[in-house]
């Protein structure tokens, strides 16, 4: 049996989305499971459908609100549970607006965070997401909703800017044994992430050797 949606190609392919059933149940998801909302100030989030093991990835998020204070996005592993788990101190990555000022962005492994700018994206801009399952790695951005060049986070305020396609300098590094799928989250109630895995154009130009996240990327299977 051949699963078309997901063999055909890269863009008629099964894509990543946010899981109704695995979400804070504080979070409403709508517009094809692409867009998260809060409705409560509570600190959880909602994981993607599509985990990974292996390879090279890459999603983007726009933001509509006019600040990014109490906002997440990012990447958890499987072993999380976003809906009991804080995303400010459990076990996963995730890149986030400073909580309590938002006057910088912060970038956090497993509850450990470190300011790497400060300076806020506005209301309309996209945050992107580049990870490299493989070597550990993951690279957080930002880019203006015109599209346009992608500011690379470094690992912390005036390090070195990273750069996907090459491998260097990373916001941060990981280690695991569990698959990883994206990430978003909330601790306003009202704020609101729309999320694009590949399911349209991305705003700006995935770097090169990172994939949009659908069924068509993943590794052969090797069950024949």
Known sequence: MTDVPTLTSATASNFCT????????????????????????????AAGTLAV??????????????????????????????QTAQW???TGMFMCGNFVTGTAIHVGVNG???????????????????VDYDNGKAWFGTTTSSGGAVTWYPASTGGSVGDPAAGTNPTITFSTTYPIRPFMGSYSAGLNWIANFGQRPFITTAPTGFNAWNTYNLPASTIS
Do not use: H, R
């Not at 093991?53 to 600040?67: Q, T």
């Not at 700018?117 to 309309?124: K, N, Q, R, V």
């Open 112 to 130: 450990s965070y470190t300011q790497v700018s400060t300076t806020l994206p506005s209301a309309g801009s996209y945050l992107v997401c580049a």
């Open 88 to 90: 400010a101190g459990s």
């Open 18 to 45: 946010f899981n109704p059933l695995e979400k804070y149940s504080g979070l409403t998801i709508a517009d094809g499971n692409l867009k998260v909302t809060s409705s409560d100030n509570t600190q959880y989030g």
């Open 53 to 82: 093991s292996s390879g090279k990835w890459y999603y983007e998020a726009i933001f509509s609100n006019a600040s990014l204070n109490n906002m997440a996005m990012g990447l958890t592993t499987t072993q999380n549970n976003v």
